[in-house]
């Protein structure tokens, strides 16, 4: 270990870094416990390989053999992706580049003209050290899926990063903050932060108290009730980082009046991030049924979800997939969505003046791309500020902001300052551009990672929720 100081706004602080091999570029993700360099891997990985190219991985089978077979290399995908352009065009953070690092594995290993005619057809037997170099090529990526967008075939490389990881997964090698912080964690103490009954009241209580004070009024949080019409669950680091969000989460119901709840750690998960969306189907599908055994318990009608882009994804498309109907007894539906019925239905009373600086919204990729809330945060951004800007470009072509994937909480060796300089780069561009004072997200990693990049590049501005700009514009009697 070597310490080396760097300067923060204004303040001194002391950061490790660790000394690791360079196995892909210049970062690592995994540390050399995870990633094991020195462990042979080559038949471990063909035999995971292998698995995920039977109709066990049903879900994803064809359009993953569809992708390792039909890609043509235009390159149209590259000028896509976030981090290509953000990197400065460098060939490793292609797609294709990345991509093909498991398609030559994939012909040489898996098609009977790769194991007859080998490199002339482009396939290749890897060594130990092109494995190394793969598992992290497979976290430089955040599966934003532009680029999926973008191919004239329809082809997805972002599900080959997904693919990759999976298989890495099956070798035991992800990020920690991913699975034993994240999905371990979640499902073992009812959240990934590991906060306790006792300190999630008492944060509810903060936040009660801080309303109260701020606004005059008196709110209720009702916790763990049984047969509520909506059961709001949160990503729960808001309850450490974003505090913010969630109190208008809280000041908004009780301004409506609709029937509601939060829940505790007491009845399962509350918690609805799922990290298994990014590495595993096995780990997917564990907390999936944790959240879906948590809303049965308490009988609720609607499962809301927060502000959280990956657990939307998550709970409200991989689960038809993978949870049959009648396991589910309940609806979901996205915070975003209510909070849009609510002021179409005149249920909000907002005074845009309360809210008067400049305001943009970031499309957040898995609420966007993959989930197609783009215009229920716009109306209601619309509705709460008085000047609202768009950024360029926006809705399915909007630049992801590079905390997405996990990354939001993936820092170790100088991996911040990767992401800060490849996506980060691009996503400052957008935003200054729009000459925004307030950056507007409605997932907590991208909050995350506009956090770290104002910090990084001094920007002028701030980041916010959707909620707390409502709640900020509320009018009372």
């Known amino acids: 270990m070597v ?18 091999r360079r196995v892909f570029d210049d970062y690592r993700a995994m540390s050399d416990e995870i ?10 990985f063909l035999e995971a390989m292998r ?21 043509t290399k235009c390159g149209t995908c590259a000028e896509a992706c976030t981090m290509y352009l953000g990197s400065g065009r460098k060939k490793i953070y292609s797609p294709v580049y990345r991509s093909d690092m498991l398609r030559k594995i994939y012909k040489k290993h898996f098609t009977l003209t790769g194991k007859l005619f080998g490199p002339l057809i482009g396939a290749k037997d890897p060594t130990e050290d092109d494995i190394n170099a793969l598992a992290e090529s497979a976290y430089r990526c955040t599966v934003c899926r532009r680029c999926a967008l973008a191919c004239p075939f329809g082809l997805d490389n972002g599900l080959i990063t997904r693919e990759t990881r999976k298989i ?30 006792e300190a999630f009241m008492d944060i509810l209580e903060f936040i009660k108290e801080d309303i109260e004070d701020e606004k005059g009024v008196e709110v209720e949080i009702p916790v763990d009730k049984k047969g509520a019409k909506y059961l709001i669950m949160n990503n729960a680091g808001d309850y450490l980082a974003f505090t913010e969000t969630v109190q208008g989460i809280v000041e908004i119901m009780n301004y409506v009046g609709e029937d509601w709840t939060l829940n505790s750690p007491k009845t399962g998960v509350n918690d609805i991030v799922n990290y298994g969306l990014f590495y595993s189907d096995e780990d997917l599908v564990r907390v999936m049924k944790a959240h879906v055994e948590t809303a049965k318990k308490l009988d609720v009608e609607y499962l809301v979800v927060g502000e959280c882009g990956h657990a939307y994804d998550s709970i409200a498309h991989f689960a038809k997939d993978l949870i049959p109907p009648e396991e589910r007894p309940f609806k979901v539906i996205s915070w975003m969505e209510l909070l849009d019925q609510f002021i179409r239905e005149g249920k909000l009373k907002l005074d845009k003046e309360k809210n008067p600086e400049p305001v943009t919204f970031h499309d957040s990729c898995k609420w966007g791309r993959t989930g197609g809330i783009y215009e229920e945060p716009r109306r209601i951004l619309q509705a709460a500020c008085k000047d609202f800007r768009e950024m360029y470009p926006n809705r399915e072509w909007n630049y992801c902001c590079g905390g997405g994937g996990g990354f939001a909480i993936m820092a170790k060796d100088d991996f911040l300052k990767f992401r800060m300089e490849t996506y980060g780069k691009m996503k400052v561009q957008q935003l200054k551009q729009t000459g925004a004072k307030i950056i507007a997200t409605i997932c907590s990693n991208c909050k995350a990672q506009f956090r770290e990049m104002i910090n990084y590049y001094n920007l002028d501005m701030r980041f916010s929720g959707v909620s707390e700009l409502v709640a900020n514009a509320l009018v009372y009697e």
């Not at 760097?6 to 690791?20: F, I, L």
């Not at 990633?35 to 471990?44: C, T, Y």
């Open 35 to 44: 990633l094991r360099p020195d462990e042979p891997k080559k038949e471990k």
């Open 3 to 20: 310490e080396e100081k760097v300067v923060e706004k204004g303040k001194e602080r002391a950061v490790e870094v660790t000394k690791w």
């Open 168 to 197: 890495f997964a099956d070798l035991g090698i992800v990020p920690d903050e991913l699975k034993d912080n994240g999905v371990e964690n979640q499902l073992k103490y009812g959240n990934a932060p590991k906060i306790p009954y």
């Open 51 to 71: 698995k995920y190219l039977t109709k066990q991985n049903w879900p994803f089978l064809l359009p993953y053999k569809l992708t390792l077979e039909a890609c």
